[in-house]
Structures are given as structure tokens and as C-alpha cells.
């Protein structure tokens, strides 16, 4: 059904997307074309630097969540396990991220219940995070017009933020009705690690953002504030999520950004300047996926060694 459903999508989406080309693809071919395209290398350099740092800070997160749920897996294990499961958001469903996580969490002792519960924790901070960011962004930029699906985005990532606290509280409430009354913490994310979390998060977000500020002046469009482009990274980010079955949200996050940045003569230019920025995060993520490889290949080693039954 999850894949039925999936190819469904992905058809509609594909209709929509030569519907949108059809009736906006000539104008937009004639902007790019006609646009005086001013490339400063430099700025191309720092901008591509930023995006692999925020990808070599995001898997800080994954880790504090994996060590409050108990795993002793090493670092250079799950940030591995990090770098190649981030593969799977770009197959239909983006079920095969959460798996793989999840996955070399059971494969490293946790129970079953703590490993699926890992990827889930992971996204709730990382939403909560991504709507702090873009809030705060969106209110020191004056407040530009958003849509009613953003704003509606934007909400319930801010309703997230404000469960966070109550998870630990619920947590032992819910095991001590299970256990009943017990000196034994149950494994879990405190205010503080919930907090620690966020905050590597939100630096992920804010490095985005200025990286792509700088990508959009080194191509010469500079029209473009840094908090407007705060603002439309993680927007783009939770809005290309929401759409599950699309592969790595391609297209929708773009979409967004363009939607949020260009005005009447720079969508074309706007639009191939964020799918050039799009393709160099991608090529990071295979990169640093590739690298990885040889912890993750160490799990399943160690996996295989042990006696069945």
C-alpha cells in the first residue's frame, strides 16, 4: 500500500511539476537567460565550506539522543550511521531513514522500543528547531507574507518546541503506571539534553542559511537579505518533509525558497542558483556518506559474529 500510494504521489506531483513548467518555465528560461549571471568564486568556496560544516555538525544531535537512550555504540558508529541512512530520504517514503537509524541502534543492544523511538526524537527536535530558527529570523526580517501552508508549518513545529519539555515528566509518569513507584530512571532526553539538542540543531540551521545568503551573492543576486534566507531554509526543510513521499523533498523545498525570495524578474535565476546549491549539499551527503561506510560495514560485522539464539 506505502508503495502504491508513493508512486501515486509521485505521479500527481510529476503532473504538477510539468503543469507548473508549462505555464512558467518559458518566462523563467528568458529570465535566467537574459540575467547578468556575476560569479565570485570566493563566496562559492565559503558557501560550499558552510554546508559541509552543518553537515558535519547535525550528527551531534543523533548521538545525544542515541547516548540518552542507552546505546554505547561508538561515536564514529553512529555518526556513520547517520551519514549513510540520510541516503534513504531520497527513496519514496523516506521510511528507510528512520530504519537504518533505528536499526543500528537494535543492532548495538537498545531495545526495540528505544531504537524506533530514536529517528522520532530526532525529528521532533529537529522540526522544533527549524521552526525556532525560522520564527526568529521571520520577526527580526519584519514579518513577510507567508502562506497559509507555511504558516500552518510554522505553527506546529512551534507546538513541537512546546511539548519538549513535557516529554521527560510524561516519560516517567508513563513508567512508573507500568512499573509502578521505583528509584530506576527510565532511559530518556532530560530538559537539558532536549535543550543541547535544539541548540545543535539551530546552529545547523543558521550556518544554512548563510550559506545559502552567500550562494545567492555569489551569483550576483544579492537582493536577498541573510534573515529572509534564514527564514526560507528551514521553512523549505519542514515544507519538503511534510510532502513524505517526495524523494529528499526535491522540488517543494526549492519551491519555497523561490517563493519566499524571488520577486517578479528573479525567479528563473533564483530557482537554477537554489538547485545548483541543492546538488552541492547532495554531493556532500554521498560524499561523507561514502566515507562512512567502513563503520557502518563494522556494525554489521560485529552483528554477524554474534551466536544466533
Same mark, same amino acid.
Given at each position: 500500500?506505502?508503495?502504491?500510494?508513493?508512486?501515486?504521489?509521485?505521479?500527481?506531483?510529476?503532473?504538477?511539476a510539468v503543469f507548473v513548467l508549462a505555464h512558467h518555465g518559458r518566462d523563467w528560461y528568458q529570465q535566467a537567460t537574459e540575467y547578468g549571471w556575476d560569479?565570485?568564486?570566493?563566496?562559492?568556496?565559503?558557501?560550499?565550506?558552510?554546508?559541509? /560544516?552543518? !553537515?558535519?555538525?547535525?550528527?551531534?544531535?543523533?548521538?545525544?539522543?542515541?547516548?540518552?537512550?542507552?546505546?554505547?555504540?561508538?561515536?564514529?558508529?553512529?555518526?556513520?550511521?547517520?551519514?549513510?541512512?540520510?541516503?534513504?530520504?531520497?527513496?519514496?517514503?523516506?521510511?528507510?531513514?528512520?530504519?537504518?537509524?533505528?536499526?543500528?541502534?537494535?543492532?548495538?543492544?537498545?531495545?526495540?522500543?528505544?531504537?524506533?523511538?530514536?529517528?522520532?526524537?530526532?525529528?521532533?527536535?529537529?522540526?522544533?528547531?527549524?521552526?525556532?530558527?525560522?520564527?526568529?529570523?521571520?520577526?527580526?526580517?519584519?514579518?513577510?507574507?507567508?502562506?497559509?501552508?507555511?504558516?500552518?508549518?510554522?505553527?506546529?513545529?512551534?507546538?513541537? !518546541?512546546?511539548?519538549?519539555?513535557?516529554?521527560?515528566?510524561?516519560?516517567?509518569?508513563?513508567?512508573?503506571?507500568?512499573?509502578?513507584?521505583?528509584?530506576?530512571?527510565?532511559?530518556?532526553?532530560?530538559?537539558?539534553?532536549?535543550?543541547?539538542?535544539?541548540?545543535?540543531?539551530?546552529?545547523?540551521?543558521?550556518?544554512?542559511?548563510?550559506?545559502?545568503?552567500?550562494?545567492?551573492?555569489?551569483?550576483?543576486?544579492?537582493?536577498?537579505?541573510?534573515?529572509?534566507?534564514?527564514? /526560507?531554509?528551514?521553512?523549505?526543510?519542514?515544507?519538503?518533509?511534510?510532502?513524505f513521499f517526495v524523494p529528499g523533498g526535491v522540488g517543494v523545498r526549492e519551491a519555497v525558497i523561490v517563493a519566499l525570495l524571488a520577486n517578479g524578474t528573479?525567479?528563473?535565476?533564483?530557482l537554477l542558483a537554489v538547485l545548483g546549491q541543492r546538488l552541492v549539499l547532495g554531493v556532500c551527503e554521498v560524499v561523507l556518506a561514502s566515507l562512512s561506510?567502513?563503520?557502518?560495514?563494522?556494525?554489521?560485522?560485529?552483528?554477524?559474529?554474534?551466536?544466533?539464539?
Amino acid at each position: 500500500m506505502v508503495r502504491t500510494l508513493g508512486r501515486v504521489a509521485l505521479v500527481l506531483l510529476g503532473a504538477l511539476a510539468v503543469f507548473v513548467l508549462a505555464h512558467h518555465g518559458r518566462d523563467w528560461y528568458q529570465q535566467a537567460t537574459e540575467y547578468g549571471w556575476d560569479l565570485d568564486p570566493l563566496l562559492v568556496v565559503v558557501s560550499i565550506i558552510l554546508v559541509l /560544516a552543518s !553537515l558535519l555538525i547535525v550528527p551531534a544531535g543523533w548521538v545525544m539522543i542515541a547516548r540518552a537512550l542507552g546505546s554505547d555504540l561508538q561515536t564514529n558508529v553512529l555518526r556513520g550511521t547517520w551519514f549513510t541512512s540520510q541516503l534513504g530520504r531520497y527513496i519514496p517514503g523516506k521510511i528507510w531513514l528512520f530504519v537504518g537509524r533505528a536499526g543500528a541502534l537494535r543492532s548495538g543492544g537498545i531495545s526495540s522500543l528505544r531504537a524506533a523511538s530514536a529517528p522520532i526524537l530526532e525529528l521532533m527536535h529537529t522540526v522544533a528547531s527549524a521552526g525556532l530558527v525560522a520564527f526568529l529570523a521571520l520577526l527580526l526580517a519584519g514579518g513577510p507574507m507567508l502562506s497559509s501552508t507555511l504558516w500552518t508549518i510554522l505553527l506546529v513545529s512551534g507546538v513541537l !518546541l512546546l511539548l519538549l519539555p513535557f516529554l521527560r515528566p510524561v516519560q516517567k509518569l508513563v513508567y512508573r503506571l507500568r512499573f509502578g513507584p521505583t528509584d530506576r530512571e527510565p532511559a530518556g532526553l532530560s530538559l537539558g539534553d532536549s535543550s543541547k539538542v535544539v541548540l545543535v540543531y539551530a546552529i545547523v540551521w543558521i550556518l544554512r542559511g548563510i550559506s545559502l545568503w552567500l550562494w545567492l551573492r555569489s551569483l550576483g543576486l544579492g537582493d536577498q537579505g541573510i534573515l529572509l534566507c534564514m527564514t /526560507a531554509v528551514p521553512l523549505s526543510w519542514m515544507a519538503g518533509y511534510a510532502t513524505f513521499f517526495v524523494p529528499g523533498g526535491v522540488g517543494v523545498r526549492e519551491a519555497v525558497i523561490v517563493a519566499l525570495l524571488a520577486n517578479g524578474t528573479s525567479a528563473g535565476p533564483l530557482l537554477l542558483a537554489v538547485l545548483g546549491q541543492r546538488l552541492v549539499l547532495g554531493v556532500c551527503e554521498v560524499v561523507l556518506a561514502s566515507l562512512s561506510f567502513r563503520s557502518v560495514a563494522s556494525l554489521i560485522g560485529r552483528r554477524g559474529e554474534k551466536p544466533i539464539g
